[in-house]
């Protein structure tokens, strides 16, 4: 193989490689990163007492405890 | 499981900016960016209302159905978020909410167009409950919390209600009841669209508004 021919092969191989590119394409269900449930947290100070942190259904009658806060005709 | 709604009382809200005040402190929103607005309607003509609107987190969401890279998710709780790693700040969601929700923080010498901006109903993103990365994102996560969004909880006079739908819709219908009057400028149905006939649920149109 002559001199010439080896500088050619080498070159095409050289302009082939540019042509690979990374997967641009979205993977199946999106590229988001999976959000945990709410009453999924670690005590970072802030949380409210009155419901255990980690049960859903604590954490549901929470909330609709708190929301029954903004009702000014609730009985208390 | 709860369905979160915003719903605002516009016989209540007397346009203090109380609510615009809490959400910026309390999610450390950037300047130019108003997660919550209120608007006012026939300002300074007797009888003017004003309304607190932000995301209304809508069932079917627009700003999802445009999102170029569907940066968009809905929360088992109804709860509309984005994910900022992914979110190239297109603009589209801004055209399509016709709330005017997505914001864009613009701090570059040239405009720059950050990445979006909008309310969470103080539940965060994506990244893990209550940590330092996703209050630098997205703000508190009070919902994790077990609070409700501090814009609702700081209402004053509680025009502004947030929560679990079937309790803050029940609410304003206990409220309208009582005064027998006060959910035409924007009640359920304006904000969260009424039944369209063929669809379940559907109700005789009698050309009310509700």
Request: glycine fraction near 12%.
């Amino acid at each position: 193989m002559s001199p010439a021919t080896m500088i050619v092969a080498a070159a095409a191989v050289l302009a082939l490689a540019a042509c690979g590119e990374r997967v641009q394409t979205m993977p199946v269900g999106g590229a988001k990163n999976a959000d945990s449930p709410p009453w999924q947290i670690t005590d970072n100070g802030y949380v409210a007492p009155g419901w255990t942190p980690g049960n859903e259904s604590s954490w549901d009658a929470q909330i609709k405890k708190r929301a029954q806060a903004q009702n000014d005709y609730a009985p208390r | 499981m709860a369905r979160m709604k915003f719903i605002c009382d516009a016989e209540r809200c007397i346009e203090c900016n109380g609510c615009v005040t809490a959400c910026k402190a309390e999610n450390d929103v950037p300047w130019g960016v108003n997660r919550r607005r209120v608007v006012t309607l026939n300002d300074g003509v007797p009888g003017e209302r004003s309304i607190s609107v932000a995301c209304m987190h809508c069932s079917d969401a627009p700003c999802m159905a445009v999102c170029p890279v569907d940066c968009f998710y809905r929360t088992a709780e109804g709860v509309v978020l984005h994910d900022k790693d992914i979110c190239i700040g297109c603009g589209y969601c801004s055209y399509a909410c016709p709330f005017g929700a997505p914001q864009f923080p613009s701090n570059g010498a040239f405009g720059l167009r950050g990445k979006m901006d909008k309310c969470t109903f103080c539940a965060g993103g994506p990244e893990a409950n209550g940590s330092q990365a996703e209050y630098e994102k997205y703000g508190r996560n009070r919902l994790a919390e077990g609070k409700l969004p501090a814009c609702a909880e700081m209402c004053s006079t509680k025009a502004l209600l947030g929560g679990d739908g079937d309790v803050v819709a029940d609410i304003l219908r206990t409220r309208v009841l009582n005064r027998g009057k006060g959910s035409e400028v924007w009640g359920w149905g304006t904000a969260y669209g009424k039944p369209t006939s063929g669809q379940p649920g559907a109700q005789p149109q009698e050309g009310k508004k509700s």
